[in-house]
């Protein structure tokens, strides 16, 4: 729930043209007060991002992000009429780490994409004046397949 995660989520919803909800997985059911991240269990930690301020209800509530108000958190009622795609955060496979991996952390503005259908990652660097880079990983820690271009 930092503001860099937040930052880096709406941008890649904005470039992706998403125009419906999307749910972030922040919930809150009717027995406790607090919201709760489903990775972690861990309560929301700050104010978030809300379009209006937290809100108190005795119903469980579902967080979404609504496009319509550049992805500000709106709270929607779990299981209600309403529904929203979802967007989740997974961890980076060991494979692409390590000195063997292809995950280059030096790289300025780096964005990672992975993809478990394929095992894959799609790592993209804006180096400013010397253009985008794009690495696409694809493989485990036994075969690697590292393909670049500017």
Known sequence: ??????????????????T???????????????????????????????QESIPISKNSLCVAMDPAKDFLWKSLTCG?????????EMPIP?????????????????TVLYIPEQSSLELTSDCGLDGTKRIACKGNAVSLKIQTSS
């Open 1 to 18: 729930d930092s503001s860099s995660q937040y930052d880096a989520i709406r941008a890649y919803l904005k470039e992706l043209d998403i």
């Open 20 to 50: 419906d909800n999307v749910w972030i997985g922040l919930s809150k059911n009717a027995e406790k007060p607090n919201f709760m991240w489903t990775n972690s269990l861990q309560p929301l930690s700050g104010e978030g991002h809300w």
């Open 80 to 88: 209600g009429p309403e529904v929203a795609s979802f967007i989740c």
């Open 94 to 110: 060991s494979w692409a780490m390590g000195p063997k991996g292809c995950l280059l952390t030096e790289l300025p503005s780096l």
